[in-house]
């Protein structure tokens, strides 16, 4: 008996859907919802829909740790997956350099490609009393706990990193202020919002999602140049008198047993999606900047950033 043409064609698209979705990659946000490393995963997503036959692209997220999470997961438990990326930032380096990934190397996974750069930045809420750096780097040497900073992390991460080296120019003990630990840049802001804590040292493109909406006032970046788009207006801090600057990489890494054939596939991926001529535009959509490094030279970059993230946490005595 043979059966009707049309649940023949049902039958075909529904196998057809099912193979889809084994298939499709995956990229791992390790943090929560909102913050920079979404927008990493988003931008990646969005980039290879737009491809000619691009890539299909789901995310899931997967925080704890500020990352620490992820990265055990995959280098223990998924360590074969050739279709899953992670997103990374140089945060995510300053953390491997203090040993905040445990007994963790750079040389632990496979580093595919940079997608672009970011920069710190200070914010307050709208309401806030500080209306310039200096107005908050002043209140910090009156009285330091008496400013509440919410940070993607703990101590030593890359926003205690960003407060520490700015209270450093006024003679402020980083250990004599008040920090309140969070998981990633949506809820350090969602924490701002609610004025739980008072300033959030995060990034410009975690900012480009909430100044535009007049909740947030951005007091600071930390580029070496103001930074077009939304925050075109806010001065650096090198423009204020305080020579801080803290630039950030952002991009992807895949897990460690990834055949190099799958690794290849994905690097060259990234290499035509960058080389795209809607690309550019793209990513300043997201708030990164131009910063472009694949395979084995982004392999080179990480590994330099990590002995120089050593470097400096020895300054502040986080590591011996």
Not at 77 to 95: C, I, W
Request: aromatic share 8%; proline share 4%.
């Amino acid at each position: 008996m043979r059966l009707p043409s049309i649940l023949i064609l049902c039958a075909s698209l529904a196998w057809a859907t099912a193979a889809a979705a084994r298939t499709a990659a995956e990229c791992v946000v390790p943090s929560k919802p909102g913050g920079a490393m979404d927008l990493t995963c988003k931008l990646a997503q969005k980039a290879l829909r737009r491809q000619a036959g691009g890539e299909n692209m789901r995310l899931s997220y997967l925080p704890g740790g500020i990352g620490a999470v992820a990265w055990h997961t995959m280098v223990s438990q998924r360590a074969a997956e050739g279709d899953t990326l992670v997103a990374f930032s140089g945060g995510s380096l300053l953390n491997l350099a203090q040993g905040k990934f445990g007994n963790a190397s750079a040389g632990d996974v496979r580093w595919v490609a940079a997608l672009g750069a970011d920069y710190g930045m200070i914010a307050v809420r709208a309401d806030s009393q500080y209306r310039t750096l200096a107005d908050l780097l002043a209140a910090l040497k009156r009285d330091p706990k008496k400013v509440l900073i919410g940070v993607s992390g703990t101590i030593g991460s890359q926003d205690w990193m960003k407060m520490a080296m700015l209270a450093r120019t006024v003679g402020v003990d980083p250990k004599t202020m008040r920090f309140v630990a969070l998981e990633g840049g949506g809820e350090a802001f969602t924490a701002l919002d609610a004025n739980y804590v008072q300033v959030v040292p995060g990034d410009a493109s975690e900012a480009t999602l909430y100044a535009g909406a007049g909740k947030v006032r951005v007091l600071a970046v930390l580029s070496e140049q103001r930074l077009p788009g939304v925050l075109a207006s806010v001065p650096t801090a090198r423009e204020q008198g305080i020579d801080v600057v803290w630039p950030v990489i952002r991009g992807v890494w895949m897990a460690p047993q990834a055949s190099d054939a799958q690794y290849q596939h994905w690097v060259g991926v990234f290499e035509r999606m960058q080389a795209s001529p809607d690309y550019a535009q793209m990513r300043a959509a997201y708030g990164f900047y131009p910063f472009t490094l694949t395979g084995a030279p982004l392999t080179r970059y990480v590994a330099k950033a990590v002995d120089e993230y050593q470097r400096l946490a020895r300054q502040f005595k986080l590591v011996r």
